[in-house]
């Protein structure tokens, strides 16, 4: 057993944990993080698409970037397709394994101390400080800090040993690395049938590889090796045997974020997309938002659940409503059958919708409460032929 001592102890070296570490060691504060596997990003079950501005707010270097994205193609599920075409890049696929290498030598630089095949196993808060229990190479050793992060993406057992409740809903994310002709743009499929009450996605990583995954309620693997087995006999992929990692994705909040001398952030907070289980954008945003706070609060030495609770409202105040109306139109989705989700791409096929939508000016890779609204106000809208036409369809599936 040995006691070295942090201000701050980070649990998890993802996006999230080394940006709150690079922002915490900008401060000058002692930072220490914790990851367990031997590498940051080692194995990631990621596709790695993030905003252009999510790149430049992160700034990890160009050499993480695999390809850019302008366009995306969207398939019914009887496989109508819907493209939008921008003039400018609006997302980046970034290596994961090449992006948290970068995050976590950047929190380095600012003197972040990094331990590598390190699992904190328990966190015991006391009244002044808080342990961490680490096991290294087969040995146990404990750690003292002031605040401890927990940025260990959805893991609930020290949440939940720390009484701050766990999140109960989630999906499951699965993904291959495939070998592909003629993929030159992202490409994602609609359908019950496709991915239950989500969607599944083609994205290129290379000039011949690219991501194929699926977000799903359940049985996402089954389901994903399904979809290898259509694109294999279209001849869009040479081999459908590759291995397929998974991962589950947070769909709600955590009750709670904060503790006495502690803050929850990243998937590990629910800060994650609804719409698409995208978390590391708004993984960030909390990260950064808990060091603001945390900054303050080792400055005065009050480290207190009470003085802590200011990090939960600022992230809720921030993306609180999005994740809600998120949360919504996900479970509105769920509920759809195929033959509505064709009728929707009806209604958006007809006119120059998506275009309107495209060059209003509001629209956000990361933001879609607006999107949602503008869509459902479309469909609402509609000429009634048209919605009695979808309703009759549900009548007769
Ligand atoms: C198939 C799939 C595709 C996805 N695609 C995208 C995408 O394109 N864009 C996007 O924005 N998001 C995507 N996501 C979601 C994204 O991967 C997560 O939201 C993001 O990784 C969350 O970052 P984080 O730092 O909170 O947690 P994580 O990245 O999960 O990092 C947590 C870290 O903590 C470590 N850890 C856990 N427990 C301990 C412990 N006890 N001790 C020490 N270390 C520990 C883990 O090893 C891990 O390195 C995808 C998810 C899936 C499943």
Known sequence: MSHQSYDVIVVGAGPAGSYLAYELASSGH???????????????????IISTECFRSLDPGTEVILTGAKSARFFSPS???????????????????????????????????????????????????????????????????????LANGLRPRLSRKLGLGTIKSFLVGAQTEVEVKDADEPEVYFGQGMAQGSFAWLVPASANRAYAGLLAG??????????????????????RDAEIRQKPV??????????????????????????TGGGIYFGHLGARIAAQVLDQALDSDDLTAGRLSRYQKLWRARMGKELSRGHWAR?????????????????????????????????SFDWHSWLILAVLRHTCAHPVRKIKHLLSCEAGS
């Open 79 to 149: 496989g109508r397709c819907l493209r939008l075409d921008t003039e400018k890049d609006q997302a980046y696929v970034v290596d994961r394994l090449l992006l948290d290498k970068a995050m976590a030598s950047k929190a380095q630089s600012r003197g972040a101390r990094y331990f590598l095949a390190s699992r904190v196993v328990d966190i015991i808060p006391g009244r002044d400080g808080i342990l961490a229990e680490v096991v290294c190479s087969g040995a146990r050793e404990v750690f003292s800090a002031r605040a401890v992060v």
């Open 250 to 275: 947070p769909v709600g909040m955590a009750p709670r974020s904060y503790g006495d001398r502690i803050l929850v952030v990243g998937d590990a907070a629910g800060q994650v997309k609804p719409t």
């Open 218 to 239: 359940s049985g996402a693997k089954l389901q994903l090796q399904k979809f290898l087995d259509n694109l294999f006999r279209q001849g869009r992929i040479s081999c």
């Open 331 to 363: 479970r509105a989705y769920a509920r759809l059958s195929d033959r509505q989700i064709e009728g929707i791409f009806s209604i958006l096929a007809s006119g120059n919708m998506t275009e309107t939508l495209l060059n209003s000016g509001r629209f």
């Open 30 to 48: 002692d930072v220490a993080v914790f990851e367990e596997r031997s590498a940051p990003g080692l194995n990631a079950c990621c596709t790695g």
